[in-house]
């Protein structure tokens, strides 16, 4: 598929238009402002360097084992992780919740036990530092009421009363991460927990054979599934079902930023991951036309109707094309999963498709552009790939 081509033809045929097409277009559809921008308030994590972040059936968390090395988190405070996520395994709580609870502790603590000066008894108990907010102790900075000092700075009974909460919200796992966490802990500042979502989601899969990649379903659990409505522990599903046809910067269209997908218009456009709307217009086409209310054409310019979503961690994503005014508007905070838009093809497009970017480092320019395709796998989302 591409945006030039129209998707109800055979692959083959497809191939050969495709080729024809490309050859003769250089334009792409949604070149978006050039500047970047960062968002501080999602703010990002650094580079990771957690390894084996595959999925498999076995999520064994080895505690007393040898941790993975990483430039944020030192041994000891991803052996606190792995407590977080041993205690979640033990009370059978979903992978959603053990990243939800090390992204809160990597907030709260950056993962250390930590006493607390005007709490007397606290420093004469094992810890990891201080941290000087009200009475508050331990991994998750629990104040008086969740249990004595050294219960609040034991981190097993710490994780088991965050847990022991979290199951009780309603509707936890389909909450944004700000707003669980949040739930739980009564924060004065509950947008710092989401901006840990993305490095929390790599240390479990990390240490815990890639259960953030995967969906709850019959009781188990899925690796690499999260469609249909269905969102994985990382906070991941793919914006619709169905199969990638024109790729990522290929050799054929080099300057192609993101992947299509075929679908038929009218077909519901999921938000990638919870977020805030950043852009949701239409997109001038080459002549400068705002015409996004009839289908495009290739050649025409423009991403037609699009939406930018700002997502934990300086990523965006983009999706383009839309046959309609996209239902959310800058500025509003949308849940994963939740309803963005329909399949149209509006802009620079021969047929109804979704154009769907993902951008790192709050960047949305080219210069931002990552593959969606690997992206997408490694949140347990992925985008089925036709070659
Ligand atoms: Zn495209």
């Known amino acids: 598929m591409s945006d030039a081509v129209e998707p109800k033809h055979g692959r083959l045929r497809l191939g050969v238009l495709a080729f024809a097409l490309t050859a003769t277009l250089t334009l792409l559809c949604c070149a978006g402002g050039a500047a970047a921008f960062f968002l501080t308030e999602l703010g990002g994590d650094d580079e990771l360097r957690l390894t084996n972040q595959e999925c498999t059936d076995d999520f064994r968390v080895e505690v007393a084992g040898a941790m993975p090395q990483m430039s944020q988190y030192g041994e000891l405070q991803l052996r606190n992780a792995a407590r977080i996520i041993q205690v979640g395994q033990e009370l059978q709580v979903p992978p959603r919740g053990w990243v939800i609870a090390v992204a809160t502790a990597m907030q709260e603590s950056r993962l250390r036990n930590l006493a607390n000066p005007t709490v007397p008894g606290s420093e004469q108990l094992p810890n990891e530092g201080v941290g000087s907010d009200h009475d508050s102790v331990g991994l998750f900075q629990q104040r008086a009421g969740w249990g004595s000092v050294q219960e609040r700075m034991t981190p097993e009974y710490a994780a088991r009363k965050f847990y022991e909460k979290l199951v009780e919200v309603p509707g936890w796992q389909q909450l944004p991460l700000t707003r669980a966490a949040q739930a739980v802990q009564v924060s004065a500042f509950p947008d710092a927990y989401a901006k840990h979502e993305a490095l929390a989601s790599k240390i479990v899969n990390s240490l815990a ?64 991951a919870s977020g805030r709307v950043l852009v949701a217009r239409c997109d001038p086409d080459r002549a400068g036309e705002l015409s996004c209310d009839v289908d495009g054409w290739p050649g025409k310019g423009g991403c037609g109707w699009f939406v930018d979503i700002a997502h934990a961690g300086k990523i965006i994503t983009r999706y383009c094309h839309l046959a309609e005014k996209p239902k959310v508007s800058a500025g509003d905070s949308v849940r994963a999963g939740e309803e963005i838009g329909v399949i149209g093809s509006s802009g620079n497009s021969s047929g109804p498709h979704l154009h769907f970017e993902v951008h790192t480092d709050g960047d949305r320019s080219s210069d931002g552009a990552i593959d969606p395709v690997r992206f997408m796998r490694e949140q347990g989302a992925p985008l089925r790939s036709v070659e």
């Open 209 to 272: 054979g890639g259960a953030a990649r995967t969906v709850p379903v019959d009781g188990g659990h899925a690796c690499d599934a999260a469609e249909d409505g269905r969102i994985a522990a990382s906070g991941w599903t793919a914006p619709i079902p169905g199969d990638v046809g024109s790729g990522f910067r290929t050799q054929e269209r080099p300057a192609h930023q993101g992947v299509d997908i075929a679908a038929d218009k009218g077909t519901p456009i999921q938000a990638a």
